[in-house]
C-alpha cells in the first residue's frame, strides 16, 4: 500500500475505477458503518452492536456465511446504497502538517499500488482546469462521513448503551427446514425497552439525535428477511 497525497497537478490526469469486488475487500459478511449513514443503512441493511476492544462499534449485515456479501455480484454492489466503509475504494484519509502551522490537517490520499488506480477505463479526479470531478467531489464526502463518524461514533453508541436501549442476543435466522445460521454476540436495539421510554430519558436522547438513531436501527431488523431472501436465490440452496 502505497498512499499518495492527491494534488490537481500530479494528478491532472489520474482516473480511478469505482468498481468493488473480492479482490477490494468487499466479501465480508458484515461492515463496519456510523451514525450519518443510518437512515439509508436501514433501507437495505440489518444494522447490529458489537462490543470491541475500542468500545461499542456499529456494523451492517452483509451475508451468513464467513467472507460472504449478499449484496455483491462481480464487481458491483446490487443494493441502493453500498456502506461508506467500502465506497471509499483506495481512497484514505491522512494527516498532513502544514507548514505555517503545527496543527495537521485531514487530507485526501490515494493508494497507487491499487490496480484500480490509473485504470484507463476509470473515472477522472480532475476536470479539465483543475476542479474536482463529481467523482472526487463524492469521495470527498464519503471520506467525510468516515473522518468524523470515527469522531462521533462513540458518544452516540455509549449514549444508547447507558440508557439501556442495547439488548445482547443471538440471532437466529432460518434459511430452510435444514439450514440455520447464528450470530452470536451481537447487540441490537430493544423495541420494548424503546416504547417505554418517558420523561426526562426520552426527551434528553429525543434533543441529542440518539432517540432517532435507535428508532433506525430498531427498524433496520426487518432487513433480516431480505438477507434470508437473497440467500435463498443462491444455487444450491432449498428452501
Excluded at 44 to 70: K, S, T, V
Excluded at 183 to 211: C, K, N
Aim: hydrophobic share 40%.
Amino acid at each position: 500500500m502505497t498512499p499518495v497525497q492527491i494534488n490537481n497537478i500530479d494528478h491532472a490526469d489520474l482516473r480511478v475505477s469505482p468498481r468493488a469486488g473480492p479482490a477490494f475487500g468487499d466479501a465480508a459478511n458484515q461492515a463496519l458503518v456510523f451514525p450519518a449513514e443510518f437512515e439509508e443503512l436501514q433501507r437495505e441493511f440489518a444494522i447490529i452492536f458489537r462490543r470491541r476492544d475500542e468500545g461499542l462499534q456499529a456494523y451492517a449485515l452483509l451475508g451468513l456465511d464467513r467472507d460472504e456479501n449478499l449484496f455483491l455480484s462481480g464487481d458491483f454492489w446490487t443494493s441502493r446504497y453500498v456502506p461508506a466503509s467500502h465506497q471509499r475504494g483506495p481512497f484514505s484519509i491522512g494527516m498532513v502538517r502544514c507548514t505555517s502551522d503545527a496543527v495537521s490537517q485531514p487530507m485526501l490520499h490515494v493508494d497507487r499500488d491499487d490496480p484500480r488506480v490509473g485504470d484507463d477505463d476509470g473515472l477522472p479526479l480532475f476536470l479539465e482546469h483543475g476542479g474536482n470531478t463529481p467523482y472526487l467531489e463524492h469521495v470527498t464526502g464519503v471520506l467525510r462521513l468516515l473522518y468524523e463518524g470515527m469522531e462521533s461514533a462513540p458518544a452516540a453508541y455509549a449514549a444508547l448503551d447507558d440508557a439501556g436501549l442495547l439488548a445482547p442476543v443471538t440471532l437466529t435466522i432460518d434459511v430452510s427446514e435444514e439450514r440455520r445460521y447464528t450470530v452470536p454476540d451481537v447487540l441490537v436495539v430493544d423495541v420494548e425497552r424503546l416504547a417505554a421510554l418517558t420523561g426526562e430519558p426520552l426527551e434528553r436522547l429525543h434533543r441529542s439525535g440518539i432517540l432517532r438513531l435507535a428508532i433506525l436501527a430498531a427498524a433496520s431488523l426487518a432487513n433480516v428477511q431480505q438477507l434470508i431472501a437473497r440467500k435463498q436465490r443462491l444455487p444450491g440452496t432449498t428452501t
